[in-house]
Nanobody
Framework: VQLQASGGGLVQAGGSLRLSCAAS????????MAWYRQAPGKQRELVASITNIGNTNYADSVKGRFTISRDNAKDTVYLQMNSLKPEDTSVYYC?????????????WGKGTQVTVSS
C-alpha cells in the first residue's frame, strides 16, 4: 500500500491549506484514516482522524480550524486547514489503518511540509 500526500506549502498566518492523501495498492478494508504531524524536536502527534463510518477526532489545538474528511470510493483523506498559525508549522503525515486477512496493518505516508509564516 502506498500513500501519496499533497497540498503542503508555505502560507501566511490566517491562511488556509488543504492536504490530500490517496491510498493505492493492496488495500482491503480501510478502517481509519488520519493525519499526524511532527515538528523538529517534538514527538509525532495526532492532528485528526476519521473512521470508515465518519466518526472524527481532533487534537484540541486544531478544533474549530481544521476539518478532516474522506472519500471512500477514492480511498482518499483530506485535511482542510483554516486560520493557520505559526505553531501549525510541521511535517504532516498521512496514516491509514487497514483491516486485512492477516490482521490490522498500519501504513504511513512520507510526509508533506506545512510552513506558516507570521
Amino acid at each position: 500500500v502506498q500513500l501519496q500526500a499533497s497540498g503542503g506549502g508555505l502560507v501566511q498566518a490566517g491562511g488556509s491549506l488543504r492536504l490530500s492523501c490517496a491510498a493505492s495498492g493492496s488495500i482491503v478494508n480501510i478502517l481509519t484514516m488520519a493525519w499526524y504531524r511532527q515538528a523538529p524536536g517534538k514527538q509525532r502527534e495526532l492532528v485528526a482522524s476519521i473512521t470508515n463510518i465518519g466518526n472524527t477526532n481532533y487534537a484540541d489545538s486544531v478544533k474549530g480550524r481544521f476539518t478532516i474528511s474522506r472519500d471512500n470510493a477514492k480511498d482518499t483523506v483530506y485535511l482542510q486547514m483554516n486560520s493557520l498559525k505559526p505553531e501549525d508549522t510541521s511535517v504532516y503525515y498521512c496514516y491509514v489503518k487497514d483491516l486485512t486477512g492477516k490482521g490490522i496493518m498500519d501504513y504511513w505516508g512520507k510526509g508533506t511540509q506545512v510552513t506558516v509564516s507570521s
